[in-house]
């Protein structure tokens, strides 16, 4: 009987200590989590903008700018993605890059620019995330 329990505590102690090793090596390179959150970041700022009707052109520029630079180095950031998913990333890329160039001066026109880039977001999200 004490064996037993030996055995299935030692068990037990093996599945844990797994468990904790895996999720060390999952998170070994938090720069493609850390890009995602920023860039979420970046397009919440946006979305209180236009949801408080304080679209101020100077603002909105400088956030699709950060957008921007942060789409660009997305397939840095994911190495071994497949090349679909690299697509998206340049359509993204174009998509920031068009809506910065456009500088929209006011909410509507803000949110004409961001419909390619939500709609680039929602694309790849749906396949990947």
Do not use: W
């Amino acid at each position: 009987m004490r064996a037993a329990l030996l055995i299935v505590l030692g068990l037990a102690i093996g599945i844990i200590g797994t468990v904790f090793v895996m999720n060390a090596l999952e998170d070994r390179n938090p720069l493609p989590h850390a890009m995602m959150v920023t860039m979420s970041f970046h397009r919440h700022q946006l979305q209180q903008e236009i949801k408080g009707q304080h679209c101020d052109a100077s603002a909105t520029v400088e956030q699709l700018q950060s957008m921007q630079m942060l789409s660009k180095d997305i397939p840095a950031a994911f190495p071994d993605a497949p090349q679909p998913f690299l697509d998206l990333a340049h359509q993204l890329h174009s998509a920031v890059q068009t809506a910065a160039q456009s500088a929209p001066a006011d909410c509507p026109a803000l949110v004409a620019a961001l419909k390619p880039v939500d709609k680039v977001c929602g694309d790849c999200h749906k396949q990947y995330r």
